[in-house]
Nanobody
Framework: QVQLVESGGGLVQAGASLKLSCVSS????????MGWFRQAAGKELEFVAA????????TYANSVSGRFAISRDNAQKKLYLQMNSLKPEDTAAYYC???????????????????WGQGTQVTVSS
């Protein structure tokens, strides 16, 4: 079993930066693909980014590409999401997630991730 805990959310103005962290415990998630999703109030869960087990390959949703960067530190069992040039439309609860396998496909499908954190709220004011 893997437990994931996010932190780093907050209230910021448009144009600001935030860095989210996700620490894992229990059966290691450092051996699997991990990702970030977000859910705005009244909207569906949305894929943000995913990163390979080694951290050498990543992919992003078009809406955040060029502004967000996903990274991981397997030794520390941590996953990060650096968010720059934040926009009001980035306001959402952000969730980290871990797969239990490493096939690099269907990365944007939430149902393919086995473990989820409780979420951290990011609010961007205009």
């Amino acid at each position: 079993q893997v437990q994931l805990v996010e932190s780093g959310g907050g209230l910021v103005q448009a144009g600001a930066s935030l860095k989210l962290s996700c620490v894992s415990s229990g059966d290691t998630s450092s051996g699997y693909i991990m990702g970030w999703f977000r859910q705005a109030a009244g909207k569906e869960l949305e894929f943000v980014a995913a990163i390979s087990r080694s951290g050498t390959v990543d992919t992003y949703a078009n809406s955040v590409s060029g502004r967000f960067a996903i990274s991981r530190d397997n030794a520390q069992k941590k996953l990060y999401l650096q968010m720059n040039s934040l926009k009001p439309e980035d306001t959402a609860a952000y969730y980290c997630a871990s797969r239990s396998y490493n096939t690099w496909s269907r990365l944007g499908e939430a149902s393919t991730y086995a473990y989820w954190g409780q979420g951290t709220q990011v609010t961007v004011s205009s």
